[in-house]
């Protein structure tokens, strides 16, 4: 509680992380030249929120933020913030995976702007091969940005950042005033539960996988960021639904559809460009290409994706 000394009042904000249940990682929409297209986003929050879905996750993997400049994220921002003033949808940021003064950037402006919690990727290039460097770098991260709760964005599949989480929490306790939690992307079950059980549950751990909500909410998981859920959001606020009042047939019938869409979609070998596609083709919200290194699906791709999930959208 010392750590929180300046200001009662923050404590207490601080202390209270309210948010549980679903976050979509929103795809971030280009025009055809590859611009950002803020136009959209208004109706995508709306369309989501006529969905059942309560929160959003602007920037990460799913929104290609890695690939964006740092004034092209700070407009997403902006625009992302303007429209959940309306849909009063909770408004998570990814800040990380550019250069430390950018991520501080992004943090303060994030803040400013409103955001009701930031994510962020350990530092990309000069990895940390300790918690306690990691816990150094959130801790400048946290300080930039000091009344906004922080989220480690744990994704060892592309970051090749393989610390142990649970770990990192239990030394984060006295030392990252700012952190609630973790987003946790991976299907290792098992280091997330200990990551939810790590001081003494204290921390909010959001799974970032489609296809293990029904078995992980089994282990106590009530909040997930699954990126199919840009496809099929009802689905996926319905599955937690029946999860969560024991529907336990229903929950599977749900997650199996959740899983099949998924599948479906990975096996083209890109999952964000063919979410991207098979949203122009099915959803009221159209997104556009997809930005280098990754590519847009070929009209074959396409043409066998959407017949394959005509069934379900
Ligand atoms: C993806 O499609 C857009 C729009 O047609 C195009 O501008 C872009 O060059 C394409 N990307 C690649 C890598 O081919
Ligand atoms: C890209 O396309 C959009 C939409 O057509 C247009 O508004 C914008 O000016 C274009 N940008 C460039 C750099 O050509
Ligand atoms: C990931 O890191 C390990 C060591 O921590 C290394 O052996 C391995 O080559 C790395 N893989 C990639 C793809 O960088
Ligand atoms: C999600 O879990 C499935 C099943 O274990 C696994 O195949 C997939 O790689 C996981 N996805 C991520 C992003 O970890
Ligand atoms: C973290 O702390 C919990 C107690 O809250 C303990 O049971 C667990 O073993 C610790 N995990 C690690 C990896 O240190």
């Given at each position: ?48 929120l006529s969905s059942g879905i309560r929160g959003v996750l602007v ?217 991207k596609a098979v949203m122009n083709a099915f959803s009221p919200i159209k997104v556009g290409p997809v ?23």
């Open positions: 509680m010392h750590l929180y000394r300046d200001s009662k009042n923050k404590f207490e904000y601080m202390a209270s992380y309210g948010f549980r249940g679903l976050i979509v990682p929103v795809v971030t929409a280009f025009h055809d030249n590859l611009s950002l297209n803020l136009d959209v986003i208004s109706n995508f929050a709306k369309y989501l920037s990460g993997t799913t929104g290609e933020g890695m690939s964006l400049s740092i004034q092209e994220r700070k407009d997403l921002i902006k625009a992302w913030a303007e429209a959940v003033q309306n849909t009063k949808q909770h408004l998570m940021v990814q800040i990380g995976g550019c250069p430390l003064p950018d991520v501080l950037e992004l943090a303060r402006f994030s803040e400013k702007n409103g955001a009701d919690a930031l994510l962020c990727l350990p530092e990309l290039y000069y990895k940390p091969k300790t918690n306690q460097q990691l816990i150094e770098y959130l801790k400048v991260v946290g300080d930039a940005a000091p009344n906004t709760p922080l989220f480690y964005y744990n994704f060892p599949l592309m970051t090749n950042v393989t610390l142990d989480v649970a770990d990192f929490l239990n030394r984060s306790v006295d030392q990252l005033p700012t952190l609630r939690g973790v987003k946790f992307t991976s299907s290792d079950l098992n280091a997330a539960q200990e990551a939810l059980n790590a001081a003494s549950g204290r921390y909010t751990i959001f799974l970032g996988n489609n296809t293990l909500i029904s078995a992980a909410t089994m282990l106590g998981f009530n909040s997930f960021i699954p990126a199919t859920l840009n496809l099929v959001p009802e689905l996926g606020h319905q599955l937690l639904e029946a999860a969560n009042s024991c529907d336990l047939e229903k929950a599977k019938q749900l997650q199996n559809t959740v899983t099949r869409v998924t599948k479906i979609v990975g096996a083209t070998g890109s999952l964000i460009p063919g979410i930005r280098l290194p990754l590519q847009n699906l070929s009209d074959n791709q396409l043409a066998e994706l959407e017949s394959a999930l005509k069934p379900y959208m």
